[in-house]
């Protein structure tokens, strides 16, 4: 995937309260949120049944 392409689909989690973001310098650290780590049990929840 292109670098473009994955900065869009996290802007996009961004948008939806999955992520949030930190800037160091040229870099943007990327994190789950609460929302974002309910949803990731949620996923592993249905996956694993």
Known sequence: MSQSLISHHLADL???????????????????????????TALETVLNA
């Open 14 to 40: 961004e948008t939806i309260k999955l992520v949030t973001s930190k800037r160091d310098g040229k870099y943007v650290d990327y994190f789950l949120t609460a929302k974002g780590r309910q949803v990731v």
